[in-house]
Nanobody
Framework: QVQLVESGGGLVQPGGSLRLSCAAS????????MAWYRQAPGKERGLVAA???????NYVDSVKGRFTISRDNAMNTVYLQMNSLKPEDGAVYYC???????????????WGKGTLVTVSS
């Protein structure tokens, strides 16, 4: 059983910062890609940022230069540092990870339950 637990969401004023964390636990042999997605009301869930096991990152254009994704492989944790937040960044943020739990199996996608980020004055 694998769990992803996010933390760090909340209410912040425009221009402010938040740091999200997501810790993976359980029977984990290896983690490949880790990522953050977000879903605003009435919109589809979309990729915000991703990081490979080798720390190669990619970002959606709207957050480039403002958000930074990083990971601690020893702690099975991924972070999202969000700076210069805008109202349109408000959404539920979901952690995603591709995890191997069985050497005879394949990497599978796991998701956290989400953490709410509200950007408002």
């Amino acid at each position: 059983q694998v769990q992803l637990v996010e933390s760090g969401g909340g209410l912040v004023q425009p221009g402010g910062s938040l740091r999200l964390s997501c810790a993976a636990s359980g029977r984990i042999l290896r983690i490949s890609k880790m990522a953050w997605y977000r879903q605003a009301p009435g919109k589809e869930r979309g990729l915000v940022a991703a990081v490979t096991a080798g720390s190669i990152t990619n970002y959606v254009d709207s957050v480039k230069g403002r958000f930074t994704i990083s990971r601690d492989n020893a702690m099975n944790t991924v972070y999202l540092q969000m700076n210069s937040l805008k109202p349109e960044d408000g959404a539920v943020y979901y952690c995603n990870a591709q995890i191997l739990t069985d050497l005879r199996g394949n990497f599978e996608d796991y998701w956290g339950k989400g953490t709410l980020v509200t950007v408002s004055s």
